[in-house]
């Protein structure tokens, strides 16, 4: 059983920062993507970020230059460090966790995090 805890968010005025954390617990394989998805009020869940096992990142166009995915893997934490933040950045954050085991993928989510950013 692998779960999701996330931390960190809320509430901050444009140009401000926050940091995101995503903690996995249970049976992770060293084979696995961690990454970060926002969903805002009528819109589709998006990818914001994402690294890989050995550390390679893709982030979406919008964010890229203001947000800073990373990870820990002896604390199978990931991190969203966000900067610059706009008011369209505005919308739940996910943390999603994929682990390719022998023979299967898996997919899991965090609860989501409300981030909020006022002009």
């Known amino acids: 059983q692998v779960q999701l805890v996330q931390s960190g968010g809320g509430l901050v005025q444009a140009g401000g920062s926050l940091r995101l954390s995503c903690t996995a617990s249970?049976?992770?394989?060293?084979?696995?993507?961690r990454g970060w998805y926002r969903q805002a009020p009528g819109k589709q869940r998006e990818l914001v970020a994402a690294?890989?096992?050995?550390?390679?990142?893709n982030y979406a166009d919008s964010v890229k230059g203001r947000f800073t995915i990373s990870r820990d893997n002896a604390k199978n934490t990931v991190y969203l460090q966000m900067n610059s933040l706009k008011p369209e950045d505005t919308a739940v954050y996910y943390c999603?966790?994929?682990?390719?085991?022998?023979?299967?993928?898996?997919?899991?989510w965090g609860q989501g995090t409300q981030v909020t950013v006022s002009s």
């Open positions: 690294i890989t096992s050995i550390g390679t990142t």
């Open positions: 249970g049976s992770i394989f060293i084979a696995n993507t």
């Open positions: 999603n966790l994929v682990i390719y085991a022998p023979g299967e993928t898996n997919d899991y």
